[in-house]
Each structure stands twice: as C-alpha cells, then as structure tokens.
C-alpha cells in the first residue's frame, strides 16, 4: 500500500519558517518524482513544487518561488519543504505526492 504521511505543519506568524517533512512507504521512493501540493480554505488544490526522483531538478508554483525549498533524500524514503517568508496566503493543507499516490496532509496556519 502507498502511504505518503506528511508532517510538521502548525502555527506561524508572518515571515516565519517551517519545514514540511514526508515520509514515503509501500513502493520504491527513489522511483517517483514527488510533489507538494496545498488546499487553502475555500480553495482547490494547488501545486506548489516538485523535484524529479533523482532529487536533482526542481520546480516552483510562482507564489512560492524564492520562499519555497524541495528537497530529498532517497536513501531514507524523505521529503521536505523549507518555507520561509510565510504569508497569510500561505495558510492551507499541505500535501506531498507521486504519480501514484497521495497522503494525509499537514495543516499550515500563517497568523500573527
């Protein structure tokens, strides 16, 4: 079974930083690009960022470009994503996924 469990949301006030972490399990991590994706409040979906399963390509939604960090470590079936200057519209759910799979996300609450 694909499982992808995403952690390490929480509060933060305007201009913090958090790091998002997932953990992959149930398939050959190193296999698939992964991507993070997020759900505001009254909002579809949106992608964020992904690199390629060699962790050597990245990209970014324009939102988050120069604010967002994707990174990864196969060898330990791990993703992250460093966010810094976070803004109130930052607030969402937060995702990580493959082409074949999708977990439980993270809540990110960006208040003062």
């Known amino acids: 079974e694909v499982q992808l469990q995403a952690s390490g949301g929480g509060l933060v006030q305007p201009g913090g930083s958090l790091r998002l972490s997932c953990v992959g399990s149930?398939?050959?991590?190193?296999?698939?690009?992964i991507s993070w994706a997020r759900q505001g409040p009254g909002k579809e979906l949106e992608w964020v960022a992904a690199?390629?399963?060699?962790?050597?390509?990245?990209t970014y939604a324009d939102p988050v470009k120069g604010r967002f960090i994707i990174s990864r470590d196969n060898a330990r079936n791990m993703a992250w994503l460093q966010m810094s200057d976070l803004r109130p519209d930052d607030t969402a759910v937060y995702y990580c996924?493959?082409?074949?799979?999708r977990g439980q996300g993270t809540q990110v609450t960006v208040s003062s």
């Open positions: 690199i390629d399963k060699g962790g050597t390509i990245t």
């Open positions: 149930g398939f050959t991590f190193s296999n698939h690009g």
């Open positions: 996924q493959t082409g074949i799979g």
